[in-house]
């Protein structure tokens, strides 16, 4: 992909989530989508137990929650993404821009799958049976796809990077100038993605259970079956 077709994409992207942020502020949407992030994340850290145990994979792991999926607040990342994005379409390496433009795609596609659930779910607390009902509705099993595979495709390229040793200079250089511009909340999240994926032993086979696990816990909620906090289901198991 050419660095203007990524830098068109990462134009149109800033604006939807701009436009997401809009309608999650408004209430009681933004209390309900607070909740469903907050159960996601206690799901996703059941299904991963396992594999957080291990200081090198768990790292990775807790990348992927803390700073592509988790119940927390990105508006600062995003801030510092629409404010820096002219010097920051022609400072950073294409495939730093490739990571980015991927990071913002799935937090655009994850923001917006997000409320379509909150809009839907029903009144009362958040249990394992109004999240699966809520997931139904909104349905969109192509979205969701594309979800688990924006998770590999930049766990991946963060891999590739991290090996390639004028990426890793790059990023360094750039640490003191962009806290001084005023874009450390970026600058901090491309060096904890490096920092995470640096040591990591086989990341083949984790990105490939991440898959799997994903691709079998919403077959089983698109198929009527229900997923507890946990992480653990009414029907199959998510391990392997």
Same mark, same amino acid.
Request: aromatic share 6%; glycine share 6%.
């Given at each position: 992909?050419?660095?203007?077709?990524?830098?068109?994409?990462?134009?149109?992207?800033?604006?939807?989530?701009?436009?997401?942020?809009?309608?999650?502020?408004?209430?009681?949407?933004?209390?309900?989508?607070?909740?469903?992030?907050?159960?996601?994340?206690?799901?996703?850290?059941?299904?991963?137990?396992?594999?957080?145990?291990?200081?090198?994979?768990?790292?990775?792991?807790?990348?992927?929650?803390?700073?592509?999926?988790?119940? %927390?607040?990105?508006?600062?990342?995003?801030?510092?993404?629409?404010?820096?994005?002219?010097?920051?379409?022609?400072?950073?390496?294409?495939?730093?821009?490739?990571?980015?433009?991927?990071?913002?795609?799935?937090?655009?596609?994850?923001?917006?799958?997000?409320?379509?659930?909150?809009?839907?779910?029903?009144?009362?607390?958040?249990?394992?049976?109004?999240?699966?009902?809520?997931?139904?509705?909104?349905?969109? /099993?192509?979205?969701?796809?594309? %979800?688990?595979?924006?998770?590999?495709?930049?766990?991946?390229?963060?891999?590739?990077?991290?090996?390639? /040793?004028?990426?890793?200079?790059?990023?360094?250089?750039?640490?003191?100038?962009?806290?001084?511009?005023?874009?450390?909340?970026?600058?901090?999240?491309?060096?904890?993605?490096?920092?995470?994926?640096?040591?990591?032993?086989? /990341?083949?086979?984790?990105?490939?259970?991440?898959?799997?696990?994903?691709?079998?816990?919403?077959?089983?909620?698109?198929?009527?079956?229900?997923?507890?906090?946990?992480?653990?289901?009414?029907?199959?198991?998510?391990?392997?």
């Amino acid at each position: 992909m050419s660095r203007a077709s990524v830098v068109d994409g990462l134009e149109r992207l800033i604006e939807r989530k701009s436009e997401l942020a809009r309608r999650a502020a408004a209430a009681p949407i933004a209390q309900r989508l607070q909740e469903l992030r907050t159960w996601q994340a206690a799901r996703l850290a059941g299904t991963y137990s396992d594999l957080r145990v291990d200081a090198l994979t768990g790292k990775a792991l807790s990348f992927f929650m803390s700073d592509l999926y988790g119940p %927390q607040d990105l508006t600062r990342r995003d801030h510092d993404v629409a404010r820096a994005w002219r010097l920051l379409k022609r400072a950073l390496t294409p495939r730093m821009l490739e990571i980015l433009s991927m990071a913002m795609e799935l937090d655009v596609l994850s923001a917006e799958l997000d409320l379509e659930m909150a809009e839907r779910l029903l009144p009362g607390p958040l249990t394992a049976e109004t999240y699966a009902q809520a997931y139904r509705a909104a349905g969109r /099993p192509e979205a969701r796809l594309r %979800q688990i595979e924006l998770v590999v495709a930049i766990g991946t390229a963060l891999v590739r990077a991290v090996r390639t /040793p004028l990426v890793r200079l790059a990023l360094r250089a750039a640490h003191g100038p962009a806290h001084l511009a005023g874009f450390g909340t970026l600058q901090d999240f491309l060096e904890r993605g490096f920092a995470a994926f640096e040591r990591l032993p086989h /990341p083949k086979g984790l990105f490939m259970t991440i898959e799997r696990r994903e691709a079998r816990l919403m077959d089983i909620l698109l198929a009527g079956g229900t997923i507890s906090a946990e992480g653990s289901s009414a029907s199959k198991s998510a391990s392997g």
